[in-house]
């Protein structure tokens, strides 16, 4: 079926961008196909892997159950916009190396995208137990989730200031 | 080097990509002009294509082509193959069916491909398939592998009368029968080891790209094994010569064996790619990785364990039949028989074992390799009968485990391991002591104080990795050998380019390879660029799995690192005029020994390109040398895991306490990258054992077909795991390695059997013991009441 296509417009990381497409597109196919910001990532199709969360007026949601469309003058945040591009790592990526936090990498993204919203609604003093309540909408196969609920709870406390206490080996 | 060397927890390299965004995963890549591929898949698990019509796709936008698996028949390509040649009890070769990359004349399962559609667009691709008419006569389908040989079953294929595979054995039968007609007590367990998908968070994905000028093409595709993909696409299928052909596999996100495997997929990108004069892109859905990847485990199994008065075991007898699909897989052949019943002593001395392979085909997806492929499943076998014998025998798990263990080595089992080094015992006391054993019987009382039912279980494992000798797996019927390679280009500056046979898809390589090398040359891992999943630009090689790349992939880089040092002392020796015999090349530098004359690494390096001070005529210019490894015998990891669950009697949900796991991996290169191996490797084992299932209904329909409905572990589904080592070093290679990374799935599944069958008092339950699966074996039992204080 022919589609008409439509614009939209928004800022992603930063910058104002204006997009003509397909109606049907959804949020994460507008970063990775249209914009190549192919940092947030695919990993199912019923919106349960979280590998594609991004944030949109300052919340995270997942960009594969989004249509484009509907975000028009929204602002987005992506992976790739977390940190200046020259300047030094957000703290939670930091945190996520430090504390061996990601294995393939491929959850990765996502999860520091939803990190960074736990801490935005939880706070900078999290205890594993609602670290692991609130993944609940993100699946990593790689890492048991051991190190990624120590990465968090060490970014959180950076986020705050404070001095990160995990490490992945003594 | 201590900071970055060999058993320093060095922060990975690769993360920098990683965590901004900027890996390069297959579907990342975009090449100009590239078309998007739609696979037509049957919905039915079993039928006659009467006619497929694409007439109506004509007038559709976009669409560049439409092909069916006919006309992939015309083309004269060469079918997928199993690699591994098993042989029945008889001799006879097994029955490999033929498994054409897209299907022609009859579908055998559901999400066999049947035709395809090329478009501008993916969007306009699907829209194209919906006007794509397949006729098809449904036959009857069998998915269930017990029924797969009755009489009157559905027959998927003409090569395999009886739907039968193979009936492999090994050991001897008739000494295993006296020893259970002579024992004191027989401890009998029937079970299902459960169906999983793998289910890597990156799922498979293809680009094939055709370059008319050359005739050759490329393919860009989420691969373990890049060069293995390209023989047998060239040397099988026969779409285009080996040297026509590049397989890159760049950022791979997670594989547990699932791409090892050769798929229909990257086939036809291929070959639609040369058709179209256009590159081809396929990225599998997720509904489509449930249908489409190689699944995992699908045994049935009767075991028999025999103990003679003094608690030893004198013998242990296994029936397992094994469910491959519908079509047999790149490696199935091999995982439950090879890497399944070799396992089968366990870590105990036991003198008589004799086991039957039944493997069967079924109107479901293929079953292959995935994470401890056939070793799991050994474990589960061996595990829960020695737990269970200890129930039945009124004796302690722990000390029954110890009075059998094998002490001393090498040791020959009965079923061909010959195990090279292990302190068994050394692992079971040091976890027993982390896990605060001897408390348990207190915690156990303030759980019934709660209304709860806390169990403890153990899983001593043993696996064998680094498969293994070539000439030994050739008897055995590999169709490869399986050595590493390796590549060491010192660059002039004295940076080097490690070029390896080895895939990282989620292990860490090019951190704890740039470790080995900056150790060996005192040169720092910034220095060190790994390279690899690329067959144009390196050496061929056979890839990451089954825990292979420290223990083979590693040794062949020390190889190449020997040849690389001995051929530096003797330039050295030229540029400071010295005997190359009284040279010591330690931390970075060649020193004349009793003098303080020296030479730093970078010096060395420059001096054997420039070529001025050493006679050319010996001793060629540069610095760069390979080799190729080849193991001296398998290698083998072995531990104690030790759960601990609670369990809920008016829910039957399980909650995970605490776990420990004590592992020998031999040699660790980077503990902070081996722990994250066994977390992941637990967690998976943990699904397997109370989450994950793959339930098919009578009809072949799969009905655990998203993330919706089969349950991937969540976070708050696990614990915090305690991780810990021992350490005897592995004699079979250079270094001293193992491996890790199967270890954790292999364990887990029967320490969390253990341990739920220890809480709730029976051993009739199988994986996943789910809430409702605990909670229905508790009324069966009619107990739900007890635990309530």
């Not at chain 1, 916009?81 to 990498?105: I, K, S, T, V, W």
């Not at chain 2, 090449?31 to 998007?36: I, Y």
């Not at chain 2, 002593?345 to 039944?358: N, T």
Request: hydrophobic share 40%.
């Amino acid at each position: 079926m022919a589609s008409t296509e439509m614009t939209v417009s928004m800022t992603v990381n930063g910058k104002p961008i204006t997009a003509t497409i397909d109606p049907r597109t959804l949020l994460v196919q507008l970063l990775r196909e249209n914009l190549r910001l192919t940092g947030t990532h695919v990993g199912c199709d019923t919106s349960q892997c979280g590998a594609c969360v991004v944030h949109v007026n300052g919340q995270a949601i997942k960009s594969c159950t989004a249509l484009a469309l509907t975000l028009d003058g929204a602002d987005v945040l992506t992976i790739e916009g977390l940190a200046p591009a020259d300047g030094p790592l957000h703290p939670m990526q930091e945190a996520f190396r430090e504390n061996h936090g990601l294995q393939c990498g491929f959850c990765t993204p996502g999860m520091i995208m939803t990190a960074v919203d736990i801490v935005r609604r939880k706070g900078h003093d999290l205890e594993d137990r609602t670290i692991r309540e609130e993944l609940e909408g993100n699946i990593c196969r790689c890492t048991g989730y051991h190190n990624i609920v120590k990465a968090i709870a060490a970014g959180a406390k950076t986020m705050g200031g404070g001095a990160p206490t995990s490490q992945a080996a003594e | 080097m201590s900071g970055t060397g060999i058993g320093a927890a060095v922060r990975r390299k690769e993360d920098q990509r990683f965590i901004t965004g900027k890996g390069q995963y297959t579907d990342d890549v975009a090449r100009h002009g590239q078309a998007a591929i739609y696979f037509i898949r049957s919905p039915h698990a079993h039928a006659k294509i009467k006619k497929i019509d694409t007439s109506r796709t004509e007038k559709m936008p976009g669409v560049v082509g439409v092909f069916t698996g006919a006309q992939f028949a015309e083309d004269k390509l060469g079918n997928l193959i199993c690699g591994w040649t098993v042989l029945s009890k008889d001799g006879s070769p097994m029955k490999m069916a033929p498994h054409a990359a897209i299907a022609a004349g009859k579908a055998n399962h559901v999400g066999d491909a049947v035709a395809v559609v090329i478009a501008d667009t993916l969007a306009q691709a699907k829209d194209a398939a919906e006007k794509v008419v397949v006729d098809y006569d449904v036959l009857p389908a069998v998915v269930d592998p017990m029924k797969a040989t009755a009489k009157g079953a559905p027959l998927i294929h003409e090569a395999a009368p009886n739907n039968t595979i193979y009936n492999w054995h090994i050991g001897d039968a008739d000494a295993t029968n006296v020893a259970l007609k002579n024992a004191k007590h027989v401890t009998t367990l029937e079970f299902v080891n459960n169906r999983l998908v793998p289910n890597a968070m990156e799922p498979r994905a293809a680009i094939a790209e055709y370059d008319a000028a050359s005739g050759s093409l490329t393919l860009w595709n989420a691969s373990q094994n890049p060069h293995v993909a390209r023989l047998v696409i060239s040397a099988f299928v026969g779409m285009a010569p080996e040297n026509k052909l590049r397989v890159i596999a760049p950022d791979v996100g997670g594989g547990f064996g699932s791409k090892i495997f050769i798929y229909p997929e990257e086939v036809v990108c291929l070959w639609a790619a040369r058709k179209l004069h256009r590159p081809v892109k396929w990225t599998c859905e997720r509904s489509e990785s449930f249908l489409t990847d190689a699944h995992g485990r699908d045994h049935v199994t009767r075991a028999q364990m025999a103990f003679d008065a003094e608690g030893k075991i004198i013998g242990l007898k296994v029936h397992t039949t094994a469910n491959l699909g519908a079509y047999m897989s790149t490696f199935s052949s091999a995982v439950p028989t090879f890497l399944y019943a070799t396992l089968l002593s366990g870590q105990y001395a036991i003198p008589h074992i004799y086991c039957e392979v039944d493997a069967v085909y079924t109107n479901t997806v293929p079953v292959d390799a995935y994470r401890g492929a056939g070793r799991p499943e050994a474990t589960f076998v061996v595990e829960r009968l020695v737990e269970v014998g200890a129930r039945e025998l009124g004796v302690s798990p722990a000390d029954l485990r110890k009075k059998n263990f094998v002490k001393t080595f090498p040791y020959q089992t009965s079923v061909a391991s010959l195990y090279d080094a292990g302190d068994y015992n050394a692992s079971l006391q040091k976890a027993l002591q982390i896990h605060d054993y001897k408390d348990f019987g207190k915690r156990k009382r303030e759980s019934e104080r709660h209304g709860k039912l806390r169990g403890i279980g153990f899983a001593n494992y043993i696996e064998a990795c680094g498969v293994a000798p070539s000439s030994l797996v050739g008897q055995l019927g590999a169709g490869v050998g399986l050595w590493e390679s390796a590549e060491v280009r010192v660059n002039p500056t004295g940076s080097v380019e490690l070029l390896t046979g080895c895939h990282q898809h989620g292990q860490g390589h090019e951190t704890t390879f740039a470790q080995l090398v900056a150790e060996r040359l005192g040169i720092t891992i910034d220095q060190v660029n790994v390279v690899h999943g690329d067959t144009d630009k390196v050496q061929f090689g056979m890839g990451t799995y089954g825990s292979r790349s420290g223990a083979v992939g590693m040794s062949a880089v020390v190889k190449a690192l020997d040849k690389v040092e001995a051929k530096a002392k003797k330039i050295a020796a030229h540029l400071m005029e010295a005997a190359e015999s009284d040279l010591v090349f330690k931390d970075g530098k060649f020193t004349v020994a009793g003098t303080d004359k020296s030479l730093a690494w970078g010096e060395v390096a420059l001096g054997a390109y420039v070529a001025h001070k050493f006679p050319t005529s010996e001793i060629e210019p540069g610095l760069k040398e390979s080799a190729f490894y080849d193991p001296t015998n398998f290698t083998f990891p072995a531990g104690c895991h030790i759960c601990e669950v609670e369990i809920d009697p008016e829910t039957g949900h399980t909650e995970i306490m605490s776990w420990t796991a004590v592992d020998d991996f031999g040699t660790v290169i980077n503990p902070m990258i081996v722990e994250g191996q066994v977390h992941g490797g637990v967690a998976q084992g943990v699904g397997q054992a109370l989450l994950e299932h793959t339930v098919y209904d009578t009809n072949g329909q799969l009905v655990t077909g998203s993330y919706m409905d089969y349950a991937m572990p969540r976070a708050d589904d696990l614990p915090s795991f305690k991780v810990d080592t021992t350490f005897t070093k592995c004699p079979s290679n250079p270094l001293g390695i193992k491996g890790c990374g199967e270890a954790g799935a292999i364990a887990a599944p029967a320490a969390v059997m253990n341990a739920i069958t220890n809480a709730i008092g029976t051993e009739k339950i199988d994986m996943p013991a789910t809430p409702q699966n605990i909670w229905a074996t508790l009324q069966k039992m009619n107990r739900p009441q007890q635990a309530a204080a």
